[in-house]
C-alpha cells in the first residue's frame, strides 16, 4: 500500500465481527489493504465471494455483506452496517507528506495533493515521475477507469443536476462510478477536472446551451456564467443577460463586472444590468452614460432604462430632471412598471417639497402595486406616502404608515430609513422617549448596512431630538452626522445639520445652512430656514417669506408654524379663533407645550374658541404629571412604573430648581434616614428605570434632570398660561385656568405629608 496506514487497520478491526464494504475506484489500494488485513488476522483472503468469514476481492458487491466478512469493489450498492468508501482510503496530507519525503520528493506534498485529491496510484505515480503534470502512463490509467463515453459536455464546471436535467443522467452514474463511488460528486476530484481540461475540447455551443440554460434554471447563476466565459461572444452574453441580475443583488459586483468585460458589445439588457452594477459602485455618470440612446423599439427594455435612468438622476440630487423621466415613464401608459414610476416621481417630488403632487402619485402607485400583488413597490409606495403626509403636517397618519411599512422591510438599510423617518414624525408629535427608541434602533440598522447617507440621517434626527430637550450631547452628535453625510455628499441634509448648529449659537452655520440648501434643497427646506431666521433675528420678514413658501410645498406643519410665528408677532383674540381650530386639526405636536405659544390659546378662548385651551388645561402629551394636589405621573400606557411618590418628587424637584446638590437632596428627601445617600441614589435609580437614563444625571456632585419635548405638568402649564394672561389682560382666560388647575407646586407640602 505504499505505506504503513493503521488506522484503515484499525477500521476494519472496529467494524467486525460486523460485516464491511470497501468500495472505490482502481488505484486506492482496495487489493492490497485487504490482503495486508487478512494475513495480519489469519483470516482466508479470496477472490470468489461464499458465505464464510473472510476477505473477499471482487468485481461487484455480493447481495449482502454477512457478519465476519470483508469484502472489497469497485461500486458500493449496498448498505451495510459499514463501510470504508475513497474518502476513507485518500492519503490524507499527513501521508502525501510521509510518502514524498521517503521518495525524496517532499516540496511536490502540497501540488501533488492539491491536484489528486489523495488517489493513492495517482499520487504516488506523480511523485515517482518528479512532476505533477499529466504523463502519458498516467493519463492512460485514468482512460482505463472511465466507461466509454463522451465526456465533452463534463468539461463544462457545472453542477450534476444540469446534466441530469438535460438527459444525461445515465453518463453521470457511469462516471461516478468510474470516478469516485458512493456520490461523491465527480467535479469535487480533482484529477477528473484536469484529465478532462487536458485531454479534451469544450462542447460544441448547441450542446453547451442545454446544459447552461438546466443550470440557470436551477439559480446556479454564477457557474453558468464561469462556463459560459470559455466560449465567450453570445453565448456568454445570453448567459450574463440571465445571470447578472442576481449576481447584482446578491452584492458581487465586482464578479458582474469580470464576466461583463468579456462581452465587446452589449445589448440593451445588458446596458440595463451594467447601469444597475455602475450605481452600485457609486459611479452615477458612468451609469447614466450606459443608457444614452437607448433605443426605442422594446417598450418594456425603454421602461425599464428611463426607470434606471431617473433613479441614477435621483441620487445625484438632480431631483427635477429625474421627475422629468420618471413623468415619461408613467406617459407610456399601463406597464407593469407604472406603479413602479408614480412611486419614483412622487419620491422626486418630496425632494422638491411637492408634497400634495407626490401624495397624489404615491396613492395611485399604492393601489396599483396592491391590485398586482407588487410587494415591493407596494412597501416602497407605503413608505414614500408616509414621507409625503409627514411633510404635509399629517403626523399621526405618517406615523401609521411608518408603522405599516416596517414589515415589508428585510434588509439593514430599507428597515434603517423607515424607522428614522419614523423618529423623526414621533419627534415632532412631541413623544421623546419613543422617537428616542426608534432613532437608536434606526442607527444599529444603518451601522449594519454601512451606507453613510442612512447613518448621517440617523444622527441628525438624533441631533434634533437631543436639541429639543436640551442635552449637551446635541452639539457632538451634529458634527458627528456633518463628517457622515460628507461622505455620502447629500447637501441637503448637510444644511439641515447646519440649521440644527444655529439654532445651538454656531457662529456662521446659519448661512452656510442657506448654502446648502440653495444647492440641494427645496421650497420646504428653505421655508425651515426662514423659520430659524426670524426666530433667531426677530425680523417678521422672514416669517412671511417662511409661510410663502410652505404653502407652495404643501409643507403642513411648517404652515402653521410659520402662521403662528406671525400671530406672536401680532396677537389678536379674531385671528386667535381661527388658528386655534387649526392647531387643535393638526392634532397634539410638539408646539403645543411651548410657552412663548400660549397666548393662542388665551386669545382664542376670548374670542369664544375655548377648545385649544381645554385641551392644554386637561393635559396633553407622552408623560402627564400632576402635582398641584397629589403626586401622579402617567404615559399612555398608564401610571409611570415608581416604587414610591419620592422618586416623582425628586424630579420635581430638579425642574423646578434646574440643579440640586446630591448631598443636601438626599437629606431633604430622607431626612432622619441612616444612610440618605444610598437611599438617594436608589430613587434616582427608580427614575432613571422609569423615564431614562440620559434625563436624570449626576454632573459632578450636583444633580439634574432634563425636561424633555412632550411632557406635560400641571403646575409648569398653569405659571406659564397665567403669566401671559395676566401680561395680556384676559381676567376671564385667567380665572378659567385658576378654576381648571387649583393650588401650586409645593415642594414642602409633599415632603411633610405622611
Not at 23 to 40: M, R, V
Not at 361 to 366: I, N, R, S
Not at 654 to 660: E, K, M, N, P
Amino acid at each position: 500500500m505504499y505505506l504503513h496506514r493503521p488506522r484503515l487497520h484499525r477500521a476494519l478491526e472496529e467494524a467486525l465481527p460486523e460485516g464491511v464494504l470497501v468500495h472505490a475506484p482502481p488505484g486506492f489500494g482496495k487489493t492490497l489493504l485487504l490482503k495486508g488485513f487478512a494475513e495480519a488476522k489469519g483470516l482466508p483472503y479470496r477472490r470468489d465471494w461464499s458465505p464464510e468469514p473472510g476477505c473477499y476481492d471482487l468485481r461487484e458487491p455480493p447481495p449482502e455483506v454477512l457478519p465476519g466478512q470483508v469484502v472489497a469493489a469497485r461500486k458500493a450498492r449496498l448498505p451495510p452496517l459499514h463501510r470504508l468508501g475513497p474518502e476513507d482510503l485518500a492519503f490524507t496530507p499527513e501521508e502525501v507528506g510521509e510518502l514524498a519525503r521517503r521518495l525524496g520528493k517532499k516540496e511536490l506534498a502540497g501540488p501533488v495533493h492539491a491536484l489528486f485529491g489523495g488517489w493513492p496510484h495517482l499520487t504516488r505515480k506523480a511523485l515517482e515521475k518528479g512532476e505533477a503534470a499529466w504523463t502519458p502512463e498516467l493519463r492512460a490509467f485514468l482512460e482505463g477507469t472511465l466507461p466509454p463515453l463522451d465526456l465533452r459536455p463534463f468539461r463544462l464546471p457545472l453542477p450534476e443536476a444540469a446534466f441530469r436535467k438535460v438527459g444525461l443522467g445515465r453518463a453521470v452514474d457511469a462516471l461516478l462510478e468510474g470516478a469516485l463511488a458512493g456520490g461523491v460528486p465527480f467535479r469535487l476530484l480533482p484529477a477528473l477536472a484536469a484529465y478532462l481540461r487536458a485531454t479534451h475540447p469544450l462542447p460544441p455551443p448547441e450542446l453547451a446551451g442545454p446544459l447552461l440554460e438546466a443550470t440557470l434554471a436551477l439559480g446556479a447563476g454564477e457557474e453558468a456564467l464561469a462556463a459560459a466565459s470559455l466560449y465567450g461572444g453570445e453565448l456568454l452574453l445570453q448567459t450574463l443577460e440571465r445571470a447578472g441580475r442576481p449576481l447584482l443583488e446578491r452584492g458581487q459586483v465586482e464578479a458582474f463586472f469580470r464576466y461583463a468585460e468579456g462581452v465587446a458589445h452589449p445589448s440593451p439588457r445588458l446596458r440595463l444590468l451594467l447601469a444597475l452594477g455602475h450605481r452600485m459602485r457609486g459611479e452615477l455618470d458612468r451609469g447614466l452614460a450606459v443608457l444614452e440612446g437607448f433605443p426605442e423599439e422594446d417598450p418594456a427594455l425603454l421602461a425599464e432604462a428611463l426607470l434606471a435612468k431617473g433613479t441614477l438622476l435621483g441620487l445625484k440630487g438632480e431631483h427635477r430632471e429625474a421627475e422629468r423621466v420618471f413623468s415619461q415613464g408613467v406617459a407610456l401608459g399601463e406597464t407593469p412598471l407604472r406603479a413602479r414610476f408614480l412611486t419614483s416621481r412622487g419620491a422626486a417630488r418630496i425632494r422638491l417639497s411637492r408634497y400634495r403632487e407626490a401624495a397624489e402619485d404615491l396613492e395611485e402607485a399604492l393601489a396599483l402595486s396592491r391590485s398586482a400583488r407588487q410587494r415591493e413597490v407596494e412597501a416602497l409606495a407605503l413608505h414614500n406616502l408616509a414621507v409625503a403626509r409627514h411633510h404635509m403636517g399629517k403626523l399621526s397618519e405618517a406615523v401609521g404608515l411608518y408603522r405599516e411599512v416596517l414589515p415589508f422591510k428585510t434588509t439593514p438599510l430599507s428597515r434603517a430609513y423607515t424607522l428614522l423617518s419614523l423618529g423623526e414624525a414621533l419627534r415632532y408629535l412631541g413623544r421623546f422617549l419613543e422617537a428616542k427608541g426608534t432613532l437608536l434602533e434606526a442607527q444599529k440598522e444603518a451601522q449594519a448596512s454601512g451606507d453613510y447617507r442612512a447613518l448621517g440621517y440617523t444622527l441628525l434626527n438624533l441631533a434634533d431630538l437631543y436639541r429639543e430637550a436640551h442635552l449637551p450631547e446635541a452639539a457632538s452628535l451634529y458634527r458627528e452626522a456633518e463628517a457622515t453625510l460628507e461622505r455620502a455628499r447629500d447637501p441637503y441634509a448637510l444644511g439641515l445639520v447646519h440649521l440644527g448648529l444655529a439654532q445651538l449659537g454656531a457662529k456662521g452655520s446659519l448661512e452656510r445652512a442657506k448654502d446648502f440648501f440653495q444647492e440641494g434643497g427645496g421650497p420646504g427646506e428653505m421655508a425651515e430656514w426662514h423659520l430659524v431666521a426670524g426666530r433667531l433675528s426677530g425680523r417678521p420678514e422672514h416669517f412671511h417669506e417662511a409661510l410663502r413658501l410652505a404653502e407652495k410645498a404643501g409643507a403642513g406643519r411648517l404652515l402653521l408654524l410659520a402662521q403662528l410665528e406671525l400671530f406672536l408677532k401680532d396677537p389678536s383674540p379674531r385671528e386667535a379663533k381661527a388658528l386655534a381650530r387649526e392647531v387643535l386639526k393638526a392634532g397634539f405636536q410638539d408646539f403645543w407645550l411651548w410657552e412663548r405659544l400660549f397666548p393662542l390659546p388665551l386669545f382664542a378662548f376670548a374670542a369664544g374658541e375655548e377648545g385649544l385651551l381645554e385641551a392644554l388645561l386637561a393635559g396633553v402629551g407622552w408623560l402627564r404629571v400632576r402635582s398641584l394636589k397629589a403626586l401622579e405621573a402617567r404615559t399612555e400606557e398608564g401610571p409611570l412604573p415608581l416604587p414610591s411618590r419620592k422618586e416623582l418628587l425628586l424630579l420635581l424637584l430638579l425642574w423646578h430648581r434646574g440643579a440640586l446638590e446630591a448631598e443636601a437632596l438626599a437629606h431633604l428627601l430622607f431626612p432622619g434616614s441612616k444612610n440618605p445617600k444610598k437611599r438617594l441614589q436608589v430613587a434616582v435609580h427608580h427614575l432613571r428605570e422609569a423615564l431614562d437614563p440620559e434625563l436624570v444625571r449626576l454632573e459632578g456632585g450636583t444633580y439634574r434632570a432634563y425636561l424633555p419635548p412632550g411632557v406635560w405638568w400641571d403646575a409648569r402649564v398653569k405659571e406659564g398660561l397665567l403669566r401671559w394672561a395676566r401680561r395680556l389682560s384676559l381676567p376671564q382666560a385667567q380665572a378659567r385656568v385658576e378654576e381648571a388647575l387649583p393650588g401650586r407646586f409645593s415642594p414642602r407640602a409633599h415632603l411633610t405629608e405622611p
